[in-house]
């Protein structure tokens, strides 16, 4: 088995958002935890801790229940995670507030028969064949949303976690019946990917390849091989304008199973 991952801030200005972590328990499997943190726009959030905080609490609570109650399906796992986390700071934050802290989320668990996934928002997962056919797993409610309706503050807020809108996990466990998830036999998988967006723009955002040639990079280069292809298109004169930041937090893990 081989894990490689690696993350980095869109910006020194700026803490780094993002929560990556990979796990491989002494009962064998393993789990792959990405979160990307929703970086609020400015008016604040209702929260004391912040973002990075949030991410922090809610990437280890997916990353221990992921090892450790493999009874438990991946939603509910979520669930878990997302009302251990929002009890940890109600006292002190107003957790009702519509831009409370909030992540995307991937996690990936693997025994010797199946692996299994979830994935909410647009973080992404790659699933590649013994074959060498790799399958995209995506949440696209967000690219769904007019570009002009993201720009207006309001009207992201009125989408946010509502009918209609997008889904993220913020502090509603309920949110867990909104991820996409599925299991795949273990023969048939050989390596996964999981990717945040300023990652993943290096084949959704700038085209530079398609989804296999972004697992390829990754298996070649490993994941900060990929973030560097990425900061290296970022800066060139032609990166595409609109919702997109021109650096933002990135993140990347592969695992050959």
Not at 48 to 72: C, I, K, N, Q, Y
Not at 159 to 177: C, K
Not at 224 to 229: D, P, S
């Amino acid at each position: 088995m081989r894990i490689d991952l690696a993350t980095a801030p869109g910006s020194q200005e700026r803490p780094n958002e993002d929560w990556v972590s990979a796990s491989v328990p002494a009962s064998g499997g393993g789990v792959l935890v990405v979160l990307d943190g929703v970086t609020p726009p400015a008016g604040g959030d209702g929260c004391v801790h912040g973002v990075p905080w949030f991410t922090a609490r809610l990437g280890g609570r997916l990353t221990e229940l992921s090892g450790s109650r493999r009874d438990m399906p991946l939603d509910r796992i979520l669930a878990e995670a997302v009302r251990a986390t929002a009890e940890a700071h109600r006292d002190t934050c107003d957790l009702s507030h519509v831009r409370t802290p909030q992540a995307t989320v991937v996690v990936v668990r693997w025994d010797e028969a199946y692996v299994e996934h979830l994935v909410l928002s647009d973080s992404v997962l790659l699933l590649q064949a013994p074959g060498g056919e790799v399958a995209a797993v995506l949440d696209d409610r967000l690219e769904r949303v007019p570009r002009e309706v993201l720009r207006s503050v309001a009207a992201t807020d009125a989408l946010r976690n509502a009918e209609g809108g997008f889904f993220t996990a913020a502090a509603d466990p309920s949110v867990a019946s909104r991820a996409i998830t599925g299991r795949t036999p273990r023969a048939r998988v050989r390596a996964v990917a999981a990717l945040t967006d300023g990652a993943s723009r290096w084949t959704d955002t700038f085209g530079e390849g398609d989804w296999a040639e972004c697992l390829a990079v990754l298996r070649k280069e490993g994941a900060e091989g990929l973030i560097g292809r990425v900061r290296a298109v970022e800066v060139g004169p032609a990166v595409p304008r609109g919702r997109h930041k021109r650096h933002d937090d990135a993140s990347a893990v592969y695992a050959e199973l």
